[in-house]
């Protein structure tokens, strides 16, 4: 079982270069990618399970120990992550067969998604620090691709910003690996926090500070995130929609990892401040916004600043809340994006000024947005709501009265923005779909909008998977704890990592 | 059991939403079935509850956060259960007929649906047996009624309405669950009755208490959030009677009630609750005699009454409490009859404008007469039950202490209002009159259909329950005080038609006198307010108004700061934070160690460096284009001489190759652009711009020497070198540790390069996509300059010695400089050259073999050989070392990192052609599509 | 620790940086590339001793291989960085006849709207006023920025 810990990885990687050798046969790529992600899915599902009962899964890649070669350590948290990472990117996958990305563009498509696919699954798996900064290139590097596929004048401007911001932070982070190497003389992130320990203190915050800004810069914390509405919303919707869901909580993810391996509970005030600034920034943001997808955008900031919250307060309680907010985040927030894609479809706009009374035209799409966007919101019972008890909870417990204010504020904020979405978007005279109206002419425009089955499937699954969440909080926050009291003491993990 | 109603709502609401098309006629009868079920259920139990027995479940929900679902039926519980599940059927028969001529089937829909959801959460609300189930339910009554106030969302008045009611009961909802923690935090249970149990009194519980308190005057309308409510008139007659007269605004008070006996005796209780619900009473009476919209009018009057019942619960007396009870029962028949009377009259006239109404008693009296009893309910005269209700609470506050005596007070003016406004409305709606206006008849609304039984049963019976309960006021007292025991240890409400001669009775005349007396003046003097756009927003209106639009601007100011939109403006600020950062740890000490530094490590290397440092501070210089990118070219080549001097050549070749590789690719495009830079307005002035990227220089640099300076273990360093050659096979260290100690890392790299070759290739065929003839091999490159016969035949010439050179490089790696990937570049940088030549022979080798097809070979054999070794039972990427057996050649020693290296080596080649030849493509005409697609 | 190399890798990195501050595609990836090689530089120097090519069998006083393993992959990685970024300045360049990276539209419409949006809420929280207290909601639904008012 140990040696399988690299398949999440290698499963999707080895299936792109088969795509891409089938690259005429559309029908056959389609097939492929969803065949590798489905597999990818199952094996994740298997290594949750083992890590869960028999502790943590290594692979000492071709063999060698951990210092000398690269090891695949999957904890719970790892494969928590993979797996509804892994999910979330095959629901969007057939989310986007179904809206046409696959089809009507070029054959990349599929290749380079499963690149994606790759890329996040190695940097959730990874336990050294330089593959680390490799498997962020794997995935960025897909990521510009699929971000400029279509190559229109917006998608460009927009490729700039983004490819431009992520070549600093992979300057940063390839700089802060290389001065770890030259300090410590090891790039295991098992042996690393014994030999970082040793260090000079200024040296150490040097190093550290540099890791957060790199991961901070991926996760869109204050004062680092405008990069991510300016960029985001250009994309095709199913492809926005993955970005929203995975790319920033890597960059979370490997934010946990530094504050709770690598430099435990260090510069926790600093992230505390970080935490309150983004959730505020990101949410008047996405109250000044008049579209659907750059106030969705500005959420995904927002929202990101509650688990920097939660990572800033340390301890089991809160990093268990961090990590069930984590895991909640990703489905949730991609299947708004999603049902923005919808939106979109029918109406070919996702300008708040331009729609109104979609709920006359379908009550169904009015049901998908509402839910994940109150469990956003933090309305209970919902999964939100869950996540953000957890958090103020254990803020209250920490006694940081403000942030806890702070955090209820904001969810305050982001039940205004969301109303605002309602308001404008679902409710209101219906107005004729434009595409129809243009074809058609006005009065013939179709009162109930029909999408093709793929986009609702995988839509709907999302945002089941949302409230299932919410359904199986009670053994999926348990599991939560378990992971949480895992990577807070590590030290376990690296003697199994270490095989000593 | 009552977990089964509370789902089973949820359940009907939902088929109704879903399948409400198909139900057709059947909407109502799904829609009622739960609630009829809830009311049946409860009535059952209530002998039980009478004989003291209390339901309870818990249902585990979530264990680490102590969150569960606690369910727990004591007297209150029920009686509040009945209230819901009574009137909430009753509503719903009386709007089976109400929407029976709707045009719009959809609105019956929703309406049903979400009533019926609603009806659920409230039930939930009022059994919940922690604090936690409360809230759930508390949230939900919220968002259900945002939907059902907003049930004409056509009309711009309810979705504002709507908004509003949801932000101020939400923005409430939120105060409260900051509330909850803090008082969980502080008693260490959610449970509500070890919760009143402890009654913790730390500051953190009091001001958990407090923030509870807030959400419950939100909820309950309360001055100053009572604004909400008369707005929540927007939507349709049914909703406002139950939701917003019967139901949901009582949330608050069941809280105010449930936590007075426990905390009432915390100093500032009393007073608080007093103040708030005294003033509400106040305000609301006084607003509900100027409206001439009979449903605000009424609206209003609900305020007035939440502001009693949160006085009388308040005070925490356990005869207040009793009497509590009882005025909440009676408030809830009265009010939600009268409101279905207005909806009867308004669906019967199509007005419910009080100087738009006359006859109207004359030609419905049933009606007339139903709404009558209710409205003296509400008056409180014997014999119905809001005389008794108040008659107790007037004892109660009568025998209580100071604070009591001032609700007392305020009661008795509260309820001279109430009177007069009852008084007014009722003459105003039922009363013929005569027009002041204009004397034809078509001045007052007419009567187009008039209500049939469905649409009247219910007014009725509610009215002669008030009647009932009136008249059976002993029994029902001693049902009551049940219920005020469960909230109240001490309490037991004492209810009777005929209490005798005493201060409460005294109280009563005086107040219906005085009632009666102030209406007539009111209606007299037709005393009205003067143009409301004044009055009418109340402080806590305005300030709402204020701190919205607050909101949005403040949004759009602050967003306009933090999101310029600029690329240059965000790459300073990162890198400002960058060296704010570093230049702390420095400060921090980190710039203290810089180990032996010595000028240079020779003379050579000193030349170079400095050779290169004056390239790069040219490169920013120049204004030409090409010049910039010759000299950072230069610095390229700079470096690979430094890093040969360094000791390491494999680097050394690699960054050969890759630079020259670099400069044709740039000088490619280049081609298109402008010789020289635009220039664009800049962000900032050149000094600042300056000054900052020195200071990125500088903080690097030095925390780089720092950080470098202190000698490290290298245990790492030394394994690595003793096992290249013997286990790994390889004398060439660097080389063994790409392909196979971080082999991973070297597959993640090709994948890397790979998609960037797909990236280029599809943002160059971009422009071109769609049109749809696959692009003959031969248009795929333009001519660069001026055909030169001797550059042709060069290249022919060392086309095949430099793919010699290439395989050989490659091979070798494992033991020499080299390997798959600088072998690769070679070839590759052969076949482009041999393409950019330009003649047709050249043209026709380079495009015999496909580069995607390369790539992806390449990527197959890398990944696969990791497979290989995992289906050889050994670790991912595992090298395994073949030994073939060829006849005649003999035996060949084979290592599988080799294949891994080919692998490389071929996907190489496909990246740096596909690159390349696109980035050669002209740019209209051209444009290679054919290696894409 | 070779101050000059040292010094080599600031200037690298504070060239870069000035030449990423620019609006023009090409200074970018110019940028870019300057970075990028000051990192290389970087790593080797301060990840190893300078010495003799680690091949085995000369391997004492030779350098250590990790770093240079690490540079190799981040020269190539550079590489694909900076091709992708040249191909988008040649779309870039296909699309409005430049390589100048403009600032984004709907920030720049926020920015500018911000005055007008404020003007529209107040006049609409007015009509809507209005709207409620007349009585009469048969009025044409006020359009999406009415809707933020009140």
């Not at chain 1, 330089?130 to 995935?139: D, G, M, N, R, T």
């Not at chain 2, 000791?647 to 740039?666: C, K, N, R, S, Y």
């Not at chain 2, 749809?772 to 300059?785: C, E, L, M, Y």
Request: proline content about 4%.
């Amino acid at each position: 079982m140990n040696q399988l810990a690299p398949l999440p990885m290698a499963i999707p990687l080895i299936s792109a270069a088969i795509a891409l050798l089938c690259r005429r046969w559309r029908a056959v790529q389609r097939a492929i990618s969803v065949i590798a992600l489905a597999t990818a899915l199952g094996m994740s599902i298997a290594l949750l399970v083992r890590a869960d009962t028999h502790g943590p899964v290594v692979a000492r890649i071709g063999g060698w120990s951990a210092s000398i070669g690269i090891s695949y350590v999957i904890d719970r948290f790892a494969a928590m992550m993979l797996v509804i990472s892994t999910l979330t990117l095959l629901a969007v996958l057939v989310f986007a067969i179904g809206e046409g990305s696959a089809k009507s563009t070029s054959p990349i498509f599929h290749p380079v998604y499963l690149v994606l696919a790759a890329g996040v699954a190695a940097a959730f798996s990874t336990g050294d620090l330089f593959h680390l900064f490799v498997s962020f290139e794997i995935l960025l590097m897909a990521s510009y691709v699929l971000l400029t596929l279509d190559g229109d004048e917006a998608q460009v401007r927009a490729g700039t910003t983004y490819v431009v911001i992520n070549t600093i932070e992979s300057v940063v982070l390839l700089v802060a690996i290389g001065l770890v190497y030259a300090s410590t003389g090891t790039l295991s992130m098992a042996e690393l926090p014994a030999r970082l320990a040793e260090l000079d203190p200024g040296l150490r915050t040097g190093l550290h500070l540099l890791l957060l800004i790199a991961f901070g810069l991926k996760a869109a914390v204050f004062p680092l995130f405008f990069w991510l509405p300016d960029s985001y919303p250009s994309a095709r919707s199913p492809i926005t929609a993955v970005f929203a869901g995975l790319l920033t909580k890597v960059g979370v993810y490997a934010i946990v990892r530094t504050q709770t391996l690598l430099f435990a509970d260090a510069h926790s005030t600093l992230l505390l401040w970080v935490a309150a600034l983004t959730m505020v920034i990101g949410v008047l943001g996405a109250i000044a916004q008049n579209d659907v997808k750059r106030i969705l955008s500005f959420h995904i900031v927002s929202q990101i600043g509650y688990m920097v919250f939660g990572i800033a307060l340390g301890g089991p309680a809160a990093i268990a809340a961090t990590i069930f907010f984590l895991i909640h985040q990703i489905p949730v927030k991609t299947s708004l994006f999603l049902v923005d894609g919808m939106i979109e479809q029918a109406t070919g706009t996702s300008r708040l000024d331009r729609l109104s009374g979609l709920l006359h035209r379908s009550g169904f799409l009015a049901a998908l947005f509402v839910i994940p966007a109150l469990s956003l919101a933090g309305i209970p019972p919902l999964s939100g709501f869950v996540g953000k008890l957890g958090l103020i909870t254990a803020g209250l417990d920490a006694g940081d009265g403000i942030l806890v204010a702070v955090a209820i504020t904001c969810s305050l904020l982001t039940l205004v923005s969301m109303v605002k979405i309602w308001l404008s978007v679902f409710w209101g005279e219906p107005t004729p779909n434009p595409k129809v109206a243009a074809s058609v002419g006005a009065a013939a425009a179709d009162p109930q909008t029909r999408w093709p089955i793929p986009m609702v499937t995988a839509t709907v699954a999302l945002v089941a998977i949302g409230l299932t969440i919410a359904v199986a909080a009670g053994p999926l926050h348990g599991l939560c704890e378990r992971a949480a009291a895992e990577i807070v003491s590590p030290g376990d993990t690296i003697r199994i990592v270490l095989g000593s | 059991m009552i977990a089964v109603l509370v789902l089973a709502h949820f359940v009907a609401g939902s088929v109704v939403l879903v399948a409400g098309r198909t139900l057709r006629r059947w909407i109502f009868a799904v829609a009622i079935a739960p609630v009829l079920g809830a009311l049946i259920t409860v009535a059952t139990l209530v002998p039980g509850v009478l004989d003291g027995d209390v339901g309870f479940h818990r249902y585990r929900w979530i264990d680490g956060l102590s969150l569960a679902v606690t369910i727990r039926l004591d007297g209150f519980a029920t009686v509040m259960a009945l209230v819901v599940a009574g009137i909430g059927a009753a509503v719903l028969v009386y709007a089976w007929s109400y929407f029976s001529h709707d045009e719009s089937p959809a609105r019956v829909v929703r309406f049903a649906g979400f009533f019926t959801l609603f009806a659920g959460a409230m039930l939930g609300l009022v059994v919940a047996g922690d604090v936690w189930t409360l809230f759930v339910c508390w949230e939900l009554t919220s968002v259900l009624s945002f939907v059902l106030i907003g049930l004409d969302d056509h009309l711009p008045s309810a979705r504002i309405a709507a908004q509003r009611a949801l932000l101020v009961t939400g923005a409430g909802g939120l105060v409260m669950l900051g509330g909850i923690v803090c008082l969980v935090h502080a008693s260490g249970t959610a449970d509500l009755e070890h919760l009143f149990a402890i009654a913790p009194t730390s500051a953190t519980a009091q001001v958990g208490l407090v923030m509870i308190l807030i959400g419950a005057f939100a909820k309950s309308a309360q001055v100053p959030f009572h604004f909400w409510l008369p707005g929540a008139m927007a939507a349709p007659t049914p909703v406002s009677a139950f939701l917003h007269s019967a139901t949901m605004v009582k949330a608050g008070v069941v809280v105010v009630a449930r936590f007075a006996p426990a905390f009432a005796s915390i100093g500032w209780w009393r007073p608080l609750l007093v103040i708030v619900g005294g003033s509400t009473m106040l305000v609301g009476g006084v607003a509900a005699l100027r409206r001439d919209d009979a449903k605000q009018s009424l609206a209003f009057g609900t305020v007035s009454q939440l502001g009693f019942l949160v006085v009388l619960f308040g005070i925490g007396e356990p005869a207040a409490t009793a009497a509590g009870v009882a005025m909440l029962v009676a408030h809830a028949l009265f009010k939600s009859g009268l409101f279905l009377a207005i909806g009867a009259v308004e669906h019967a006239t199509g007005s419910r404008d009080l100087r738009r109404l006359s006859g109207v008693g004359r030609s419905l009296p049933h009606l007339a007469v139903a709404a009558g009893l209710c409205t003296l309910s509400m008056i409180g005269l014997p014999p119905l039950i809001g005389f008794v209700g108040k008659e107790s609470a007037l004892a109660a506050l009568a025998e209580g202490e100071r604070w009591s005596i001032v609700a007392l007070v305020v009661v008795v003016v509260g309820s001279i209002l109430t009177t007069a406004y009852s008084v007014r409305l009722f003459w105003a709606m039922f009363a013929t009159k005569r027009s002041k206006v204009d004397q034809s008849e078509n001045h007052f609304a007419r009567i187009h259909h008039p209500p049939n039984v469905a649409l009247t049963a219910p007014i009725t019976v509610l009215a002669l329950l008030s009647l009932a309960g009136g008249v059976a006021a002993s029994p029902l007292g001693t049902r009551l005080s049940v219920a005020a025991e469960s909230l109240d240890g001490a309490a037991s409400a004492h209810l009777a038609l005929w209490p005798g001669i005493h201060l409460p009775l005294l109280l009563s005349v005086l107040i219906v006198v005085a009632g009666a007396g102030l209406a007539l003046v009111v209606l007299r003097t037709q005393w009205r307010p003067a143009p409301p756009t004044t009055r009418d927003s109340t402080l806590g209106e305005r300030a709402y108004g204020r701190a919205y639009n607050g909101l949005l601007d403040g949004a759009k100011r602050i967003t306009r700061v933090t999101q310029s939109g600029s690329l240059p403006v965000y790459v300073a600020v990162i890198f400002a934070v960058i060296v704010a950062a570093i230049g702390f740890a420095l400060v921090r000490g980190a710039g203290g160690d810089w180990g032996d530094p010595v000028a240079a490590d020779s003379v050579l290397q000193a030349a170079v460096a400095l050779l290169a440092g004056v390239m790069a501070i040219a490169v920013v210089a120049a204004r030409r284009r090409f010049v910039s990118v010759l000299l950072l070219g230069g610095v390229g080549q700079g470096l690979t001489v430094l890093f040969l001097l360094y000791g390491a050549p494999d680097l050394a070749l690699t960054q050969f190759m890759i630079e020259t590789l670099m400069i044709v690719a740039f000088v490619l495009v280049l081609r298109h652009l402008p010789t020289t830079y635009s220039s664009p307005p800049m962000w900032a002035p050149k000094a600042l711009r300056i000054a900052l990227s020195v200071a990125v220089g500088v903080t690097f640099a030095w925390f780089a020497l720092s950080a470098g300076s202190g000698d490290r273990p290298t245990d790492v360093t030394d394994a690595v070198e003793h096992l290249s050659l013997p286990v790994a096979g390889g004398k060439n260290v660097v080389n063994v540790t790409i392909v196979d100690f971080r082999g991973v890392d070297t597959m993640g790299e090709i994948t890397v390069f790979a998609v960037a070759a797909l990236g280029v290739a599809n943002l160059v065929t971009a422009s071109r996509r769609g049109i749809g003839a696959p692009v003959s091999a031969a248009t795929r490159f333009s001519r660069i300059g001026a055909q030169s016969m001797i550059f042709e035949q060069v290249t022919k010439m060392i086309f095949h010695i430099t793919l010699l050179v290439s395989a050989y490089v490659a091979l070798r790696g494992h033991n020499a400089p080299g390997g798959g990937f600088a072998g690769g570049l070679i070839a590759g940088a052969a076949f482009v050259f041999r393409l950019l030549a330009g003649d047709a022979s050249n043209r026709q080798v380079a495009t015999r073999l496909s580069p995607i097809v390369l790539i992806g070979t390449g990527m197959l054999l890398a990944i696969g050989t990791g497979f290989a070794s995992l289906v050889a039972g050994n670790e991912f990427l595992e090298t395994n070392v073949f030994d073939i057996h060829l006849p005649g050649v003999g035996r060949i020693h084979f290592p599988s990192a080799a294949i891994f290296d080919i692998g490389v080596y071929l996907l190489v080649i496909g990246v740096v052609i596909i690159v390349l030849s696109h980035l050669a493509a002209r740019t209209h005409s051209a444009g290679a599509d054919g290696a894409v697609t | 620790m070779s101050i000059a190399l040292v010094v080599l890798i600031g200037v690298l990195f504070a060239t870069g940086t000035y030449s990423m501050l620019h609006r023009s595609l090409t200074r970018i990836v110019l940028g870019v590339g300057l970075i990028g090689n000051g990192v290389n530089l970087l790593l080797i120097v301060a990840g190893s001793r300078p010495g003799l090519p680690p091949i085995v069998g000369k391997l004492t006083g030779s350098t250590d291989p990790i770093p240079q393993a690490l540079v190799l992959t981040a020269i190539v990685i550079g590489f694909a960085l900076q091709a992708f970024l040249l191909a988008l300045a040649w779309r870039s360049w296909t699309l409005d006849g430049n390589d100048d990276v403009e600032d984004d539209i709907e920030d720049r419409k926020i920015a500018d709207r911000r005055r007008r949006a404020i003007r529209t809420t107040e006049a609409a929280r007015r009509a809507e006023r209005e709207r409620q207290l007349s009585g009469d909601d048969n009025q044409p639904a006020g359009e999406a920025t009415n809707l933020g008012a009140r």
